[in-house]
């Protein structure tokens, strides 16, 4: 045995950094969660508190203000917020999904412009590259961007877009040459600003779940930005956005862990204290094996999880399978244990006095955004038959 045997190991910052995000969440976010999700409004004492402690975009690197947090870190404070409360993660979540474009493609003025806001957490950031007929075929987008003089116009409608009406700043994909042989080739990236002439918010949308975070459609008529708001080089824009999700989906899949192990956590308590037929329900065995399903499949969807943040975060290449089964895996995992914690809750389960009917709702979402599991699987299937 040698117990400095580190090769499989956490560093000792990310196991404080797990510590002191728990420590947050438990005592900032999770009283806030159910209040948050009965009246469907956004967690601002979550916000509050990600922003005073620094955690609202970690990723940020320390020449923009922020604390430079691998993508490992980032997958474990995602996930300690969404133990708590799931529309909470989406806030660390969704800054750096809409600020990773940026940083992967944009010019240095634009960096200076958009990111010092986001850790300093003055302003949060949302991704718009979904549209109502342009969802997993993304390709087919409508909305359109051209150049007039030292500004671009765009036109169009976004959909599903999180944090809208509380984020300061929207990378926005638009087409800019609808003729390109290759629609890849014709689809540029933008940053707008909520101030920017033109732009909108539309109505929210009624969800399911993760109702502390606001979804909902943002309109574009006649929208005028600075022509330096482009993002890379025109017609990028699409492979831009998808290299990013390459990098956050594993984001989701840590949201996902988040969930479900908020679930057992729950689970575990109530069936110690429950009592039925003269002894607490944990002492079934029929329970036991529920539980023990439950621990393994969080335990296997982390380790996927950190595993292709790493490689992420190393640059690896062909990252779409590793980043796909991550999100695929732990998304589905987090459906699974939601699911069976509301069974071993029984009837209680079942009623909004109890977490774990808010976490089963929230879990579904993490099947679908980012790309559903059923594209997920395709990607999966595509690297894996090129080799």
């Not at 910052?13 to 005592?27: M, S, T, W, Y």
């Not at 509050?48 to 320390?62: K, P, Q, S, T």
């Not at 995992?333 to 909004?352: H, I, K, P």
Request: glycine share 10%; hydrophobic share 45%; charged share 25%.
């Amino acid at each position: 045995m040698n117990a400095s045997f580190d090769l499989y190991q956490l560093p000792e910052e990310h196991i404080a950094l797990r510590e002191a995000v728990r420590g947050l969440a438990d005592k900032e976010i999770a009283p806030y969660a159910a209040d948050a999700d009965e009246h469907e409004r956004f967690t601002v004492e979550a916000y509050g508190a990600l922003a005073r402690a620094g955690f609202a975009a970690v990723h940020i690197d320390e020449a923009y203000g922020g604390q430079g947090a691998d993508s490992v870190a980032t997958c474990i404070l995602i996930e300690e917020v969404a133990r708590a409360c799931a529309a909470s993660s989406l806030i660390p979540a969704v800054n750096k999904l809409g600020s990773l474009p940026i940083i992967l493609s944009g010019s240095e003025a634009l960096k200076r412009l958009v990111l010092p806001s986001l850790a300093s957490g003055e302003a949060m950031i949302s991704y718009a590259l979904s549209e109502r007929e342009a969802g997993s075929d993304n390709a087919s987008m409508r909305t359109r961007a051209r150049l007039d003089g030292d500004h671009w116009v765009l036109d169009g409608t976004k959909a599903w877009i999180t944090g809208a009406g509380e984020s300061t700043w929207y990378t926005v994909m638009a087409v800019t040459d609808p003729n390109a042989t290759r629609r890849v080739d014709g689809i540029s990236a933008f940053v707008v600003h909520r101030d920017d002439p033109g732009f909108a918010v539309g109505t929210k949308e009624r969800k399911l779940g993760i109702k502390g975070s606001p979804t909902a459609e943002i309109h574009f008529t006649g929208c005028t930005i600075p022509a330096d708001r482009i993002i890379g080089e025109p017609g990028t824009g699409l492979r831009t956005a998808l290299a990013t999700l390459d990098h956050t989906r594993p984001t989701i899949g840590a949201q996902a862990v988040g969930i479900a192990q908020g679930a057992l956590d729950a689970a575990l308590a109530y069936v110690r204290e429950r009592r039925q037929f003269g002894r607490a329900i944990a002492d079934n065995q029929g329970v036991q094996f529920m539980l023990a399903d439950m621990g393994m499949k969080i335990e296997a969807a982390r380790h996927l999880v950190y595993v292709s943040a790493a490689r992420a975060e190393r640059g690896e290449k062909g990252l779409g399978f590793v980043s796909a089964a991550a999100k695929c895996f732990a998304s589905d995992v987090a459906m699974e244990v939601t699911t069976d914690a509301v069974q071993l809750f029984g009837g209680a389960g079942y009623t909004r006095d109890f977490p774990v009917e808010r976490m089963m709702r929230d879990a579904k979402i993490t099947q679908i955004y980012e790309g559903t599991n059923q594209i997920q699987r395709v990607v999966m299937s595509r690297q894996l038959l090129r080799g």
